[in-house]
Every structure is written in C-alpha cells, then in structure tokens.
C-alpha cells in the first residue's frame, strides 16, 4: 500500500513559478511509475504529467510542454513538479498518483492518489 501527500499548492501570479511535492509512504516506491493529474472546476481530470519508475522517461501533454517538468527522488520518497511561466489556464486541484506500471497515461491505470491540493494562478 502506498500513501501520498501533496503540498506546495497555493496562489500565484500569472507568470510565476511553483513546485509541487508528493511524498509517498510505503513500500517499493521505487517501482511505480508516478504522474500529476489536475481537475479544474467542471472540468474532467487531465493529466499533467508521467514518470517512469527510473526517472528516465517523462511525458507532457502540450498545454504544459516546456513549462512543467516532473521529477522524483526515490531515496526520499518524492516526486515533484516544477511548474513555470503559470497561466491562469493553470488553476485546478492537482493530484499526485502512483501506477504500478512503469508509467502510465491514463487516470484509470493508477492505483493510489493524493488527496490534492490548490493552485491558483491570479491574471
């Protein structure tokens, strides 16, 4: 069983920076892949970004290519997700979640989720 907490949410300006954490508690971290999802307000949840369990392989959707980058650090337990040059477009409840897969792209596929946390980009 796997358990993860986000943090590093908050309210930031448009063309700000921010970095999310997850830290994960449990065994074999280190083989799952991980990704960052977000859900905006009537919105479905998308995914932000993948990682694979080596760190070797990521995966970008093109709303946040060249922007956001994922990365973890398996001694510590964390993934993280740079965020940069935030838009407005960006404000959602972004949720960490782990795959026992080495990495996967769709939502149903992942096995344990963060409980989120709030980012809000200001215009």
């Known amino acids: 069983q796997v358990q993860l907490v986000e943090s590093g949410g908050g309210l930031v300006q448009a063309g700000g920076s921010l970095r999310l954490s997850c830290a994960a508690s449990g065994r074999s971290f280190s083989s799952y892949g991980m990704g960052w999802f977000r859900q905006a307000p009537g919105k479905e949840r998308e995914l932000v970004s993948a990682l694979d369990s080596s760190g070797g392989i990521t995966y970008y959707p093109d709303s946040v290519k060249g922007r956001f980058t994922i990365s973890r650090d398996n001694a510590k337990k964390t993934v993280y997700l740079q965020m940069n040059s935030v838009k407005p477009d960006d404000t959602a409840v972004y949720y960490c979640?782990?795959?026992?897969?080495?990495?996967?792209?769709?939502?149903?596929?992942?096995?344990?989720w963060g409980q989120g946390t709030q980012v809000t980009v200001s215009s």
């Open positions: 979640a782990g795959t026992r897969y080495s990495i996967s792209y769709s939502h149903s596929m992942y096995d344990y």
